[in-house]
């Protein structure tokens, strides 16, 4: 879990709902691009009737009927998934400090 403290103290209460709206946009911008993974990903999760973590884990191009082409664009949208999952789950750990814990400390 990560916090964010805005620095001058004084202006915290005037920065901190801008990097959470921009924080909160990004999530939403994220939950959609991830959307759109995932339904990239059923045409071949169907086609081969295994998920995209038993074919990244076990599948090489020859088990594909279109071989290359088809492994690479498979795992490329896998792998991108993948990425935007951690974003997402990075972004969502998001915690907004009270700047008074900084004057303590």
Sequence with gaps: MSTLYVQPMDRAQQLLPLVRAAVNSEIVRLELALKLARKRLLPFERKYGVSSGHFIEHMTAEDLQDGDDEYVQWAGE????????????????????????????
């Design 78 to 105: 896998y792998r991108l998934m993948q990425r935007l999952e951690a974003k997402l789950e990075r972004l969502q750990e998001v915690e907004y400090g009270d700047s008074e814990v900084l004057r303590r400390a």
